[in-house]
């Protein structure tokens, strides 16, 4: 009798083809390769995320070996649970931790998990909706609370979003606006300026704005609070030109993870560099920000305006086009 060990079934494998050159494709893998971890669930929808296309491109910081499959996000139905806590066909949420990275990941029909990893699927919210989400709405989320803890009020002034078109940036443009925060929405693509006003911008502003604060020790506050999706130099331009006593939420690092600092927008208007990571945060901090998604700060119809699907098969082509900086949105990848 066949074992549920010899099941088949599809997924992204990166290899590595010929020194630093990696190439993307769709191939039939099998259970028993996957790491024997308690619960074998089958994914019905995956997301891309930045960190998948870094995976995707070699980026050993993220993934050390190769042949490798990526996908930092799945919602997926149990197949089997060793440790029997969910029943065959619950459905479960995971987000981070390991998987994608040196752990086979949601880019693919199947993927095996520790138990510690996953959520069972916030009420209110469908399987699609999830992954609409995925990573990037929760660390939208996050970015939000941090500003939130910190004492954002919508009449402090506008809130900067960097990044504004991609996933983290998109969604965080959304769950601003919807608290009633006036969004100024930072973008290297402004051609998707209709598309972010949508999603309920106040003001678009091309990317270079910020570029003439780097020759500055600070420059005039121009916001209240911000969210900064891009790192680099961006974020300390960020810094230097927030309102005194306001704060980022500094979640990534598109343009780059290094920037030149100076003490002055610290000591002389008291504002506050606030680090958001959705990964390695405690499952039970996820869940409660999780269900914050799935009611008050549900968004939708927005969802359907930000989140596009895609099969399995063009995964390939669309974590090329995030890594190049040329994504809208989110891509949500339909396994069926
Ligand atoms: P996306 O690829 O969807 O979006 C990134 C956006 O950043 C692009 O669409 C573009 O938006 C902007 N961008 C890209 N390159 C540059 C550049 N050179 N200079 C300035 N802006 C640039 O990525 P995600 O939304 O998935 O992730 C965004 C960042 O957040 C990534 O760095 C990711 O690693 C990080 N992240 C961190 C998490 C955490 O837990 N801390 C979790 C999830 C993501 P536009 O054209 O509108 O400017």
Redesign the pocket.
Known sequence: MKSILDKEFRAIRVEEVATGKFDQQVVTRHVRDLPANSLLLSVSYSSL???D?MSAFGNRSITREYPHTPGIDAVASVLEDKTGAFSPGVELLVTGYDLGMNTSGGLAEVVSVPQGWVLPLPRGLSAWESMALG??GL?AALCVDRLLEAGAVPQDGEVLV????????SIAVALLANLGFRVAA????LE?ADFLTELGAWKVLD?DTLAPFANKAMAKPLWAWAVD????E?LFNVVKSLAYGGGVAA?????GAQFHANVFPFILRGISLLG????ELPIANKSAVWQKLADQWYIGDKLKLIAEDISLEQAPEFLAR?HR????GRYVVNMA
């Open positions: 995320n930045y960190k296309s990573t990037a660390t960097t990044g504004a078109t991609g996933g983290v940036g930072v973008t290297g693509k998707a990317r999706t891009v790192g680099g961006t979640c990534g690092m598109a343009s958001v990571d959705s990964v995030l900086g040329h994504g809208i």
